[in-house]
């Protein structure tokens, strides 16, 4: 098998979901950690479009954006756990949920934070949590209790939204409210703690202090 | 094989793309026109995340999202012509330049449109050429002199960014100006007519002279 080298900058909840997706199917890789500040060679030329992380190098093939990668390693590495369900009504479901997570339902986070006054930062906040009780029913209905979206182990709906909870725990401390809570998904946030302990994901998804610590400009690389 | 049904909008380029798909498989299907302002119990009840066209109803199963739809088209019905490639390296490559369209350079026709003054708008007008000039490239890489995207047919790159012509011509007529240059994208510009008259497409695409009149408010249905 050909090599597999992944550039990435480690606060980064895109290259979060390739390094998750390399784990779950145990494929061994090269990581080279990026200066996003001056970029390099192999970046610009590996991602000449958009020169950013993730992206991933198999061999003599460069495929970069985040979903296109998570999907191209499901089908490339067909051996190992699926990330995607194998019915087409399922991988549609699987699609259709990572896509409102991606397009409507995170994008409200970051829409908070750059709101201003307290009365329309609510309605902010009231829509984020209609979202969740949105996810919360799509959680119920695709783990059938088995513990993650994708059933018994992760799966693409769980490393689309499971790679942006260090940043929402971010916004959460840094904005002083709760996004995720408890009393209105409560299985949502029981997956919550569930995912970031998976041995896929332990060491892959960062800290809320180190993410604080970045923000705040005391930290650079890991 | 279980009934098919489309709620749609004539005028939406996310409903011309399952129209094309269904068409390049030669699926039958109920088209079920829908009111937007008014919207339908059929479509809140089977899109009522986002109660929104396309729908498309396969038997008890309802799938949103145009993207998803083409998708799921492509692997529920795999006995008709590819939509996607089969290599995994192509289906990334195939799914990389649809989220190119889609995400960064068809934006950019928009914002063209809502841009206030001259030396502004043409900056955003030398973004979408530099844009132009990148499909171009990756038209005559996948095309491979066959006539487009997919090859010798139709497929995914094609239905993504050939269902958006309509609107582009629109906007070039009502903004007066050139985007799809024919001195800067020769090949591109040949395939654009090319897609229109393709059979699965020519039915389908709505006309320029349309589009317009139902922007001036002259045409609520076709």
Not at 8 to 33: C, D, T
Not at 126 to 145: N, R, T
Not at 162 to 189: C, H, M, N, Y
Not at 201 to 209: F, G, H, I, K
């Amino acid at each position: 098998m050909a090599a597999v080298k992944l550039l990435g900058f480690w606060a980064s909840p895109f290259v979060n979901r390739v390094q998750i997706a390399l784990n779950l199917k145990s494929i061994s890789y090269e990581y080279i950690e990026q200066n996003l500040r001056s970029k390099s060679q192999l970046l610009l030329e590996s991602n000449p479009v958009h020169k950013k992380v993730p992206v991933l190098i198999h061999g003599d093939k460069n495929i970069s954006e985040s979903v296109v990668i998570v999907q191209y390693i499901d089908e490339a590495w067909n051996d190992g756990p699926s990330i995607l369900p194998s019915h087409p009504y399922d991988r549609a479901n699987a699609r259709f949920w990572a896509a409102y997570v991606t397009d409507k339902w995170f994008p409200l986070v970051s829409e908070y934070r750059t709101t201003e006054g307290a009365e329309a930062k609510a309605a902010v906040r009231e829509k984020i949590l209609e979202g969740l009780v949105i996810l919360e029913e799509a959680f119920v209905k695709f783990s059938e209790g088995r513990g993650y979206f994708g059933g018994d182990n992760i799966g693409y709906i769980d490393i689309v939204l499971g790679s942006l909870l260090g940043w929402l725990r971010v916004r959460e401390v840094t904005q002083g409210v709760t996004f995720l809570d408890k009393t209105i998904a409560p299985e949502l946030a029981a997956w919550a703690d569930r995912f970031t302990l998976h041995p896929a994901v332990a060491d892959v998804l960062p800290t809320t202090e180190k993410l604080i610590e970045l923000i705040n400009g005391f930290t650079k690389s890991k």
